[in-house]
């Protein structure tokens, strides 16, 4: 069988194409499996019941909103670290003791993220 399609001339003038020897030549082409086509699709739908699902249970969330939180803290801790200099000048310009000034900061960076961390859980 030729499975080329085939132009007929039509009342207006201009050539059509069957339809049939196309349409014919493209499934042997492709060979479509009804049974696996319907497989797919039962597929495709249960993943996106189980999107669904997952939405109203909170487990998934809009990837805005995780780029607005994300924002936050961000920010939250460019504002923190900025202001550790100022807020412990004073208290570090009295101490000569490396070791003392050590464990100044480091008390200081526990207290940032500390604050970081209750932070995240008032959200």
Do not use: C, F
Request: proline share 3%; net charge negative.
């Amino acid at each position: 069988m030729d499975v080329r399609p085939v132009s007929q001339h039509s009342e207006r003038g201009w050539d059509q194409y069957l339809l049939d020897p196309v349409v014919r030549a493209l499934y042997d082409k492709q060979k479509l499996d009804l049974n696996e086509e319907r497989a797919k699709l039962a597929k495709i739908q249960t993943e996106k019941q189980q999107i669904e699902i997952n939405k109203l249970n909170g487990e998934l969330v809009p990837i805005d909103e995780v780029r607005k939180e994300a924002s936050k803290v961000a920010t939250s801790i460019k504002s923190k670290l900025t202001s550790m200099p100022a807020r412990m000048a004073g208290q570090l310009s009295t101490m000569s003791d490396d070791a003392e000034i050590e464990s100044a900061l480091e008390e200081e960076i526990q207290q940032i993220l500390e604050d970081l961390s209750n932070e995240d859980n008032d959200s």
